[in-house]
């Protein structure tokens, strides 16, 4: 996969991407809005063996690129008619200043316009969530992208330090993203 828009470019992780999403994924400070305020704690191998098993699947693990520079990573899976993704602006210096929501609005357009993923199944629906305590997130997906807030599980699961976390759930149908994105 790969997709471009302006400077941001996602596409498809490569075992040359093991160091960057090893570092990302060890890093406490990254990692705790997933709930894993320690890191993942894995090996560069592990890193590469994770990468590989994305490989000839409809499903993607993806590098985000601004300017050719490495800044997130991103995922989704297809199941039936839905698509699953999730998202990461790893990099400090590139939070905050707007590129989420360019991010976000170029992979469901892929998501829902790709030849390949929408001949096996049209994508009607695209559904994430997020932890309650990441508000900077909810804003982004409420008043940026435009998705429903479909549902919220309280005491959902426990993060790395023991503590309870709520779940918030986010979707966007297909009608719903295209009359959003005419902003985009």
Same mark, same amino acid.
């Given at each position: 996969?790969?997709?471009? =828009?302006?400077?941001?470019?996602?596409? *498809?992780?490569?075992?040359?991407?093991?160091?960057?999403?090893?570092?990302?994924?060890?890093?406490? %400070? &990254?990692?705790?809005?997933?709930?894993? #305020?320690?890191? !993942?704690?894995? *090996?560069?191998?592990?890193?590469? =063996?994770?990468?590989?098993?994305?490989?000839?699947?409809?499903?993607?693990?993806?590098?985000?690129?601004?300017?050719?520079? #490495?800044?997130?990573?991103?995922? $989704?899976?297809?199941?039936? %008619?839905?698509?699953? #993704?999730?998202?990461?602006?790893?990099?400090?210096?590139?939070?905050?200043?707007?590129?989420? #929501?360019? &991010?976000?609005? !170029?992979?469901?357009?892929?998501?829902?316009?790709?030849?390949?993923?929408?001949?096996?199944?049209?994508?009607?629906?695209? *559904?994430?969530?997020?932890?309650?305590?990441?508000?900077?997130? /909810?804003?982004?997906?409420?008043?940026?992208?435009?998705?429903?807030?479909?549902?919220?599980?309280?005491?959902?699961?426990?993060? /790395?330090?023991?503590?309870?976390?709520?779940?918030?759930?986010?979707?966007?149908?297909?009608?719903? $993203?295209?009359?959003?994105? *005419?902003? $985009?």
């Amino acid at each position: 996969m790969r997709v471009e =828009k302006d400077n941001i470019v996602i596409r *498809s992780a490569v075992e040359d991407d093991a160091m960057y999403l090893n570092r990302w994924w060890n890093d406490g %400070d &990254v990692m705790e809005h997933a709930g894993f #305020p320690k890191g !993942l704690n894995l *090996s560069l191998e592990e890193t590469i =063996k994770n990468i590989k098993s994305w490989e000839n699947k409809l499903d993607e693990l993806c590098i985000i690129e601004i300017d050719g520079i #490495p800044i997130g990573e991103l995922n $989704f899976k297809i199941k039936g %008619d839905t698509a699953y #993704p999730g998202w990461k602006i790893c990099e400090k210096e590139y939070q905050n200043i707007g590129y989420g #929501p360019k &991010v976000i609005n !170029l992979l469901l357009n892929f998501i829902f316009s790709d030849v390949d993923i929408n001949s096996l199944e049209t994508i009607c629906e695209i *559904s994430w969530d997020t932890m309650a305590e990441n508000t900077r997130a /909810q804003y982004v997906y409420e008043e940026k992208i435009g998705a429903r807030k479909t549902d919220l599980k309280r005491n959902h699961w426990k993060d /790395q330090l023991g503590n309870w976390r709520d779940t918030i759930y986010y979707a966007i149908n297909r009608e719903e $993203f295209y009359r959003e994105m *005419s902003e $985009f």
